[in-house]
């Protein structure tokens, strides 16, 4: 199967919630790179679609695990962004958080069989590393960031320049 079709067939054409944990160590930010289709790639913070019963802190703990192999501790909550590039539309939610255990590696979407993962690279990202990636695919959130710390200046909802349905 198709991966972009794939994407569309479990994640599009509905309104999905979705936790988003920033973890920021000596100066560097835990980024995820996605496979998004064909020579395609999306980078973000670890995170993922909420379920529902969960609270938003229960999820972003479940999402790390999966992800990431990290345990952790959600701490303030950050910015609401709002994503929506037909098929997708998402309102994310973004808090700091700190890893209390577990060890760093590369994990899994389970909502995905294991010939169509999306995460195909997992690691720690200083300002540099971050501004050299194309806007084109890193989160809106991260395009023209100073200093990893303007992430915890983050308060409000932000929708940038979505492509709204007509």
Known sequence: MNLEKEIEDKFGGR???RVNGILIQDDHILMIKHKMGNDRFFWNVPGGGMKYGS????????EFIEETGLEIRV?????????????LHAVELYFEIEAIGGNLRMGKDPEL????QLITEIGFLNIDN???IKNSEKH???WGIKSVNDVRKWKGYFNFENNYLK
């Open 130 to 132: 971050l501004a050299l």
């Open 15 to 17: 309104l999905r919630t």
């Open 55 to 62: 609270s938003a802190e229960e999820n972003l703990k479940r």
């Open 75 to 87: 701490k303030d909550y950050l910015c609401t962004y709002e994503y929506l590039h037909s098929p």
């Open 113 to 116: 069989s294991d010939e169509l």
């Open 140 to 142: 809106r959130l991260f």
